[in-house]
């Protein structure tokens, strides 16, 4: 069986790039497509394989917002010839969902999400920007929405990254779809191996709009607390003007870096709504609870009073208030590891092998089913 892989693009390793190291592990021999890849940014068992990108990959660079690109996606799509593949398994925010098979292919799309700023979280990828920008923002979206509607029927099966996500794409797309969480990796990331003293409050985000990082820097202040954040995105410059000397960015930690981090804060926040989100699994599978908006995924993630605290409604002074609350608790450090070992990457494995199954049975096409990898260790 001939299977091909499909991913938004290749800037940055986040949980997105998580689930396709997951997947490259699984089907080792499929080459990966995808509409642009900076080399270096992702994992060598990504990069370790044919990558196809399309010509979008001659206009993109690192100095530019590639964001700033987005009405050129689906015509980018459109290259990939996917025509000689048996399946095709796109992981998908954005377009990879639009990739098209051959007319004897199976397209299986890992949905993290139905595209965010073309459908109900328009508004929060808004904020803080400009008139002009939120003008122009206005004037793209209902066409490129239509066309990523246009898209839904080249996918025969959906598997979502949660429940949330899977209520979205019954509501936004109309179809039906397998919940397959996306993994943590519990082997790795784990308690430290000897006691030592916690400080500060960590976020760990790309930074952006809709990620509400300011309510984070509004809240330690209050609060008097130092706070690291770790990530990279559009909005830091903003976020730095914002920031006072509590605050420390630690860029892009390797993985080491950031199992430190996670080992060494007193609480990791979650201030925006997660389709599902991986930090916080990460962050339990170190013993650091979790203080997250009661939201999205982090109601599927974070077991409230036992591993974190989940807090109502967005803004500055609700996370503020559970903060304290949090670092008024003795956390288990055993409770948090177990729930975050629900989510390991072998467990992911099994369950994404069981629904592909499924889906291609349900679809008639048992001869794929057939030749999916046997069980994972």
């Not at 095709?88 to 949905?111: D, E």
């Not at 066409?143 to 949660?162: E, G, I, K, Q, Y």
């Not at 790309?206 to 209050?222: N, Q």
């Not at 916080?280 to 036992?306: F, N, R």
Request: aromatic share 8%; net charge neutral; proline share 8%.
């Amino acid at each position: 069986m001939k299977v091909a892989l499909v991913h938004d693009w290749l800037t940055g390793t986040r949980g997105g790039e998580k689930v396709l190291l997951s997947l490259a592990r699984l089907f080792p021999a499929a080459p990966l497509y995808t509409l642009f890849h900076f080399p270096g940014s992702v994992p060598a068992e990504i990069e370790d394989r044919p990558v196809r990108t399309t010509w979008l990959q001659r206009i993109v660079s690192r100095e530019r917002d590639y964001r700033s690109l987005l009405p050129l996606y689906f015509l980018a799509a459109e290259s990939w010839d996917l025509s000689g593949f048996d399946l095709v398994i796109s992981t998908s925010h954005c377009v990879a969902k639009a990739a098209q098979r051959g007319p004897k292919g199976f397209h299986l799309c890992y949905c993290h999400t139905p595209v965010r700023y073309l459908h109900d979280q328009f508004d929060d990828y808004l904020r803080g920007r400009s008139g002009v920008v939120k003008a122009a923002a206005r004037l793209v979206r209902a066409p490129l929405r239509a066309r990523d509607l246009a898209t839904v029927p080249r996918v025969d099966a959906f598997l979502a990254n949660s429940e949330n996500v899977r209520e979205r794409i019954a509501r936004i797309y109309g179809r039906p779809s397998r919940v397959v969480p996306a993994p943590a990796d519990t082997a790795f990331y784990t308690p430290a191996p000897s006691t030592r003293p916690r400080e500060g409050l960590l976020v760990v985000s790309a930074l952006a709009p809709y990620k509400r990082l300011d309510d984070a820097l509004e809240a330690s202040a209050r609060l008097g607390r130092t706070l690291t954040i770790a990530g990279f995105g559009p909005e830091e410059s903003r976020l730095r003007a914002l920031a006072g000397p509590h605050v420390r960015f630690a860029g892009s930690p390797s993985d080491e870096e950031l199992r430190e981090l996670y080992r060494t804060a007193e609480v990791v926040l979650m201030p925006g709504e997660e389709d599902f989100g991986i930090v916080p699994l990460e962050a339990q599978a170190c013993g650091t609870p979790v203080v997250a908006l009661g939201k999205g995924g982090a109601l599927e993630t974070v077991v409230d009073g036992v591993t974190g605290v989940l807090y109502p409604d967005a803004g500055s002074g609700p996370l503020a208030c559970a903060i304290e609350l949090a670092l008024t608790r003795h956390f288990d450090a055993g409770a948090l590891v177990e729930n975050a070992r629900r989510f390991s990457e072998p467990a992911f494995r099994a369950r994404f092998l069981a629904a592909a199954r499924a889906a291609l049975s349900e679809a008639g096409r048992d001869d794929l089913a057939c030749a999916l990898p046997g069980p994972q260790p």
